[in-house]
């Protein structure tokens, strides 16, 4: 396994060009190449983190509201 460290903004740019190669080839695993097959799932991963990054990036600045709303 091989893990690469990049932020979100550097990972959802990835995540689009892997989109953008593989967007003519059908969703047909029967009939699509292996390598698209693949890179689908590097897409379908890299989705997962970033939305858990975003999701993570919520709470904070719900808890910072919430700690401001608080305090005022």
Do not use: W
């Not at 695993?29 to 897409?43: E, G, T």
């Amino acid at each position: 396994m091989i893990k690469i460290e990049v932020d979100v903004r550097a990972a959802a740019a990835v995540r689009e060009s892997l989109f953008r190669d593989t967007k003519g080839y059908t969703y047909d695993s029967s009939c699509c190449p292996q390598r698209v097959i693949d890179l689908r799932s590097v897409i379908v991963d890299l989705d997962t983190q970033i939305e858990a990054e975003i999701q993570k990036v919520i709470e904070a600045q719900t808890e910072e509201a919430s700690n401001e709303n608080t305090e005022a």
